[in-house]
């Protein structure tokens, strides 16, 4: 666990992700599947944003046959191949000078979990 410390100054905006769909989950699933296993299947990158299409379009099929892999992207529902879109982001503008504990409380939940 990292535990920083916030500040006004380091810390103006803070920011939550929401994971719509379990779009995050679906992607950083094939993300992962991308890294562990591109030289089995011959991808040309371990990078899953550097992949191209036709490539893009197999991993649905290479995840579901391949034996380590299908029950993990069963569990979440499936895969995602694009990253999620930005719109499922909410940024918070915190005011330091009227609130302080609660600007802390807030800007640490959101940088720990």
């Excluded at 380091?10 to 992962?32: E, G, H, P």
Aim: glycine content about 6%; proline content about 4%.
């Amino acid at each position: 666990i990292i535990m920083s410390v916030v500040t006004a100054k380091s810390c103006s905006y803070c920011y939550v992700d929401f994971d719509v769909d379990n779009r995050r989950l679906r992607f950083s699933t094939a993300a992962a599947f991308v890294d562990g296993t591109d030289t089995r299947y011959g991808l040309s990158s371990k990078d899953i944003l550097d992949l191209g299409g036709s490539e893009l379009s197999r991993l649905e099929e290479l995840i579901s046959t391949d034996h380590e892999w299908a029950d993990k992207a069963s569990e979440c529902g499936g895969i995602q191949t694009r990253p999620p879109p930005s719109s499922c982001r909410i940024v918070v503008k915190l005011f330091w000078d009227l609130a302080p504990l609660a600007c802390e409380n807030f800007a640490t939940l959101c940088l720990n979990g």
